[in-house]
C-alpha cells in the first residue's frame, strides 16, 4: 500500500525487475549508514544524563551505566558477578590484593571474605541516568534569557524575511518591466557572493548607528529580501495560473490587492517551507551574533553554548545537555514538516 | 490615442514591478553594493574602526602576500576543499541515488539521512568535539575493535583537517535533499525508452540518471564551493577561534575574523574579504565556464 502510495509520487531510478537481492542490499547500506547518523545522537543524550564518575568511563558506553554498589560495613563497595564452585553469585569487592586479585564478600555474610581473580569476575552495572542534569545546565548557561533572544531574532526576522520576499518575489513573477531581467540576475548573483566582502562595512554602519549590541543588526535586514528566499518563492509564484489574476483584475483588484487575496494563499506551501528554512538558518546561525552581540545579556543560544563550552569544557555532561535542547525544536520542527523535507515541495524549482 | 494608453499600461506595469521589489534594490544597496565600495576602499586604508581610514595604498596588498599566515590559511582552506568537496558531492549523491529507489519504508530512512542538516552549528561541533576526543570519545574505541589505533584527531595537527572533514560528511543531508528533488524530476519515459533499447541497469544510470541530474550536481558544487570558503562556526566553535592546534584549522575565514574583530585591524581584513573574493569568483567562473562542458540542460540542443 505504502509502496503503491511512493511509486506513484516518485519515479524510480530505473529500478523495476530489481531483484529482491538488489533491494536487500540496498536497505541493508541505507540501515548501516543510518546507524552511523543515529548513533552520534545516542551519544549526545547518554552523555547528557551521566554524573562525574560515568564521564570518567572510557571508552564511553552508549547506554549511561555506573557500576552497582553494596554497602558493607558503612562503606560503600562494587557489586560483582563472581563464579565460584560452578555457582554464579553477587559479590563484593572490599579489597585488592597484589596480583590482579581482590578479596570479594558476601553481602549477606559479610565476615567470611575469598580471595580470587578480579579479571575473571564481571563488574555489575546498572542504567543509571542523571537527569537533574537539564536543569541545572539550563540554569547555568541562563538558557531563559538566550532563549528569548533567539526567539525574538527567529521569529522578528522570519516575519520581515516573509513580508519582504513575498513582494519582491511578486515583482519578479508576475510584471514585465525594462530592466527587471538585469534586476534578477543581479539578485541571484548575490547568492554567489561571499559574505565577507560586505561583512565588514556593515559591521561599521551598525556600530555607526549604535546597533551592535543589539539584536537589530540580526533582524532589521531580513525586511530587505534575500536572493534565496526571493528565488523560491518567485519559481513558485509562477506555477500559480495566470488567469486567477486575470480574474481578480477584472473584478477590478489592484495588483497589491491581488497579491494578498490571490497569490499569497496559493502559495502558502511555499511560504511555509521558505518560514522553516529561515527558523533553522537564524536558530542555528552563528556568525552573526558572535560579531555583533557583546554582552552576554543579548547572546543568541549559539552564542551563549559556544561560550558556556568556553568556559566549562570539563562538565561535558551539562555541555551536551544543553546542547540536547538547543537542537530539540529543529528536530520537532523537522518531524512536524517532513513532507517538506523528504518531498521536496520547493526544492524542484532549482533544477533548470 | 491607442498607442498612447498601451505605453501608460506598460508604465504602470513597470511601476508597479519596481515598487514590489523596491525592498530588495534598498537591501542591495545598502548592504551589498555600498558595503562592497566600502570595503574596497577600506582595503587601501589603515582602519581600527574609532579612528578614520587612513589611505596606505596598496601596503595592505602588498603586506599580505608576505603574510605566511595568509598562505598558511589559504592552504589549509585548500586542502579541506579539495578533500571534503568531492567526497561530499560523490557520497551525497549516491545516498541521494538509494533513498530513490522504491523500497519498503523509504521515507523512514530518508527521515534520518536528512536529520543532521536541520540541526547544523554550535551544538553539532561540541557533540563532535567529544564524539573526536581520543580518551573519552567514541571513535578511538570504536576503531580498535577492528586492531586500528586512531589518531588524537582535532588535538593532532595532521588529523584535525580529516576530523572535520569526516564532520562535514555527517551533515550532507542538505545535499541529499536537492540531489532527490533532481533525481525525482528525471522523466520516466526515458527510463522506459532506455529499456526498450535494451539498457541494464548500469547503463541506464549512465546514460539517463547521471546526464539529467547534472544540473543538480553543478549547483551542489557551486554552492559547495562557496561554502568551503566561508566555512567557519564549527571550527571556531572547535578551537574556541584559535584554529588550533598548531594552527591547523586556521582556515581563511577564522583568520580574516580575527584580524577584523580580535586585532580591528579592518583595513587588513577588507583586503583578505576581496582576495577572497576574486579567489571564488575565479573558481565559479571555472566552474561555469565548465559547464558546457558537462551540465547537461533539458531542451537545450548542443552541436554534438
Redesign the interface.
Given at each position: 500500500m505504502?509502496?503503491a502510495k511512493?511509486?506513484s509520487r516518485?519515479?524510480?531510478?530505473?529500478?523495476?525487475g530489481?531483484s529482491l537481492i538488489m533491494?536487500f542490499v540496498?536497505?541493508l547500506?541505507?540501515a548501516a549508514?543510518?546507524a552511523?547518523?543515529?548513533?552520534?545522537f545516542l551519544?549526545?543524550l547518554s552523555?547528557a544524563v551521566k554524573d562525574r564518575d560515568q564521564?570518567?568511563?572510557?571508552?564511553?558506553p552508549?547506554i549511561p551505566v555506573a557500576a552497582a554498589t553494596v554497602e558493607i560495613n558503612g562503606q560503600k563497595e562494587p557489586l560483582y558477578q563472581v563464579t565460584m564452585d560452578g555457582q554464579s553469585r553477587e559479590m563484593a569487592l572490599i579489597k585488592n590484593r597484589p596480583g590482579g586479585k581482590g578479596l570479594f564478600v558476601d553481602p549477606a555474610n559479610p565476615d567470611t571474605t575469598y580471595e580470587l581473580v578480579i579479571a575473571d569476575q564481571t563488574a555489575i552495572k546498572n542504567v543509571e541516568m542523571h537527569f537533574e542534569n537539564f536543569p541545572e545546565a539550563l540554569k547555568q548557561m541562563k538558557f531563559n534569557k538566550l532563549l528569548i533572544n533567539t526567539l525574538l531574532v527567529t521569529f522578528l526576522g522570519m516575519a520581515g524575511m516573509l513580508f519582504?520576499c513575498s513582494?519582491?518575489a511578486?515583482?519578479?513573477s508576475r510584471?514585465?518591466?525594462?530592466w527587471?531581467n538585469v534586476?534578477f540576475i543581479?539578485?541571484l548573483s548575490?547568492?554567489?557572493?561571499?559574505?565577507?566582502?560586505?561583512?565588514?562595512?556593515?559591521?561599521?554602519?551598525f556600530?555607526k548607528l549604535g546597533w551592535v549590541d543589539t539584536l537589530l543588526p540580526l533582524i532589521v535586514?531580513q525586511?530587505?529580501?534575500?536572493a534565496y528566499d526571493?528565488f523560491l518563492l518567485r519559481q513558485f509564484f509562477m506555477t500559480i495560473p495566470l488567469e486567477l489574476d486575470d480574474a481578480a483584475k477584472i473584478d477590478g483588484a489592484s495588483?497589491l490587492q491581488t497579491?494578498i487575496y490571490i497569490i499569497i494563499p496559493q502559495a502558502r506551501p511555499a511560504l511555509v517551507s521558505v518560514a522553516i528554512f529561515h527558523f533553522?538558518y537564524a536558530w542555528?546561525?552563528?556568525?552573526e551574533p558572535?560579531?555583533y552581540l557583546h554582552s552576554p545579556e543579548h547572546w543568541t543560544l549559539?552564542v551563549g553554548?559556544?561560550t558556556f563550552?568556553?568556559l566549562y569544557a570539563v562538565n561535558?555532561n551539562y555541555?551536551?545537555a544543553a546542547?540536547?535542547v538547543?537542537?530539540l525544536p529543529?528536530?520537532i520542527?523537522?518531524?512536524l514538516a517532513?513532507k517538506i523535507?523528504?518531498q521536496?515541495v520547493v526544492?524542484?524549482g532549482?533544477?533548470? | 490615442m491607442n498607442s498612447v494608453s498601451r505605453l501608460s499600461l506598460?508604465r504602470r506595469?513597470?511601476l508597479?514591478?519596481?515598487?514590489?521589489?523596491?525592498?530588495?534594490?534598498?537591501?542591495?544597496i545598502?548592504?551589498?553594493v555600498?558595503?562592497?565600495l566600502?570595503?574596497l576602499y577600506?582595503s587601501f586604508t589603515e582602519y581600527n574602526?574609532i579612528d578614520s581610514p587612513r589611505w596606505i595604498g596598496l601596503t595592505n596588498y602588498i603586506n599580505l602576500f608576505h603574510d605566511d599566515l595568509f598562505w598558511h590559511s589559504l592552504g589549509v582552506t585548500f586542502k579541506y576543499g579539495v578533500i571534503a568537496l568531492p567526497l561530499g558531492l560523490v557520497f551525497s549523491y549516491l545516498?541521494a541515488?538509494?533513498?530513490?529507489?522504491?523500497?519498503?519504508?523509504?521515507?523512514i530512512?530518508?527521515?534520518?539521512?536528512?536529520?543532521?542538516s536541520?540541526?547544523?552549528?554550535?551544538?553539532?561541533a561540541?557533540?563532535?568535539g567529544?564524539?573526536f576526543d581520543p580518551?573519552?570519545?567514541?571513535l578511538?574505541?570504536f576503531l580498535?575493535r577492528f586492531g586500528i589505533h586512531g589518531p588524537g584527531w582535532l588535538a593532532d595537527p595532521d588529523w584535525a583537517v580529516p576530523a572535520l572533514v569526516i564532520m562535514s560528511l555527517?551533515g550532507v543531508g542538505g545535499n541529499i535533499?536537492?540531489y532527490?528533488?533532481?533525481?525525482?524530476?528525471?522523466?520516466?519515459d526515458l527510463?522506459d525508452a532506455?529499456?526498450v533499447d535494451g539498457?541494464n541497469?548500469w547503463q541506464?544510470?549512465r546514460y539517463?540518471?547521471l546526464p539529467m541530474t547534472t544540473?543538480?550536481i553543478f549547483?551542489n558544487l557551486?554552492?559547495g564551493l562557496?561554502g568551503t570558503?566561508?566555512y567557519?562556526?564549527e571550527v571556531?566553535?572547535l578551537t574556541?577561534g584559535t584554529g588550533n592546534p598548531a594552527r591547523s584549522t586556521l582556515f581563511y575565514?577564522l583568520y580574516?575574523?580575527q584580524n577584523?574583530?580580535r586585532y580591528f585591524h579592518?583595513g587588513y581584513?577588507?583586503t583578505?574579504?576581496?582576495v577572497?573574493?576574486v579567489i571564488?569568483l575565479g573558481f565559479?567562473l571555472l566552474i561555469f565556464r565548465s559547464s558546457d562542458a558537462w551540465v547537461y540542460?533539458?531542451g537545450q540542443l548542443k552541436g554534438r
Open positions: 505504502d509502496q511512493s511509486s516518485f519515479n524510480s531510478s530505473g529500478v523495476e530489481q533491494k540496498v536497505t547500506i541505507l549508514g543510518a552511523v547518523i543515529m548513533i552520534p551519544y549526545l552523555t564521564l570518567r568511563q572510557s571508552p564511553p552508549l519582504s513582494l519582491v511578486y515583482g519578479f510584471f514585465r518591466a525594462p527587471l534586476m543581479l539578485l548575490t547568492i554567489m557572493l561571499p559574505s565577507q566582502v560586505r561583512l565588514l562595512p556593515t559591521y561599521v554602519l556600530n535586514p525586511f530587505f529580501a534575500n526571493v495588483p497579491l533553522l542555528n546561525d552563528f556568525y558572535l560579531i549559539a553554548l559556544q563550552n568556553a561535558t555541555i551536551m546542547s540536547a538547543m537542537i529543529p528536530i520542527l523537522y518531524f517532513q523535507f523528504t521536496g526544492f524542484s532549482v533544477k533548470g | 506598460a506595469e513597470s508597479w514591478a519596481y515598487a514590489f521589489i523596491t525592498p530588495w534594490i534598498i537591501g542591495f545598502i548592504f551589498t555600498g558595503p562592497m566600502a570595503s577600506f574602526i545516498i541515488v538509494l533513498l530513490n529507489q522504491k523500497i519498503k519504508g523509504i521515507n530512512w530518508r527521515t534520518v539521512y536528512f536529520l543532521p536541520v540541526i547544523a552549528g554550535v551544538a553539532v561540541l557533540l563532535w567529544r564524539i580518551k573519552f570519545g567514541i578511538n574505541p580498535e555527517w535533499i536537492i532527490l528533488a533532481g533525481l525525482q524530476g528525471v522523466p520516466t527510463y532506455a529499456k539498457a541497469a541506464r544510470f539517463v540518471t544540473p543538480v549547483y557551486v554552492l562557496i570558503f566561508q567557519f562556526t571556531y566553535v574556541n575565514n580574516l575574523y577584523a574583530f579592518m581584513a577588507s583578505m574579504a576581496w577572497l573574493f571564488v565559479t540542460y533539458e
